[in-house]
């Protein structure tokens, strides 16, 4: 499988592109799915100015391989917020995306759900609404890759 080295740099790009779709949407909250997605959520959130970040775990790969199962934890109280965006690094199958808005629909029915991404596959099962690239190669994100140590 062809890899792609994603860089520092290019996610401020990124970011640049991903920040006005999202301020046009006025979410109110915003909430970063760990672990891919905790970087971008909290540079999105200090470029759009805004302390409405959470964060929820959700579990359906080990590295590379997917797995048969979702773990979806630590969801946070959005009994007050009604504009919605969930941030991530990529959406790839999309099954973890729609477990994720699946619990939380379930939960605050009051709630709009919106997607941001940097990368999509057109072949998920969900797309994101607001997104930058897609992901023709196996992404290694800076984040994963630049402080481990050298085997």
Not at 30 to 44: N, Q, W
Not at 83 to 98: C, N, P, Y
Not at 142 to 148: I, P, R
Request: charged fraction near 30%; charge should be negative; hydrophobic fraction near 40%.
């Amino acid at each position: 499988m062809e890899k792609l080295y994603y860089s520092y740099d290019e996610c401020l790009e990124d970011c640049k592109v991903l920040i006005p779709q999202i301020r046009e949407y006025q979410p109110d909250a915003m909430i970063a799915i760990a672990r891919g997605g905790l970087l971008l959520g909290h540079l999105l959130s200090e470029a759009l100015e805004t302390r409405e970040i959470y964060s929820l775990n959700s579990i359906h790969y080990d590295g590379t391989k997917k797995l048969d199962t979702f773990e979806i934890f630590n969801i946070p109280d959005l009994s007050r917020k009604h504009k919605v965006v969930l941030i991530d690094d990529i959406v790839d199958s999309g099954e973890s995306m729609v477990e994720i808005i699946k619990i939380l629909q379930e939960k605050y029915h009051h709630c709009e759900f919106k997607i941001a991404t940097i990368f999509y596959k057109p072949t998920a099962l969900i797309q994101p609404d607001f997104t930058v690239k897609e992901a023709k190669n196996w992404i290694e994100f800076f984040w994963e890759v630049d402080l481990l140590e050298e085997k």
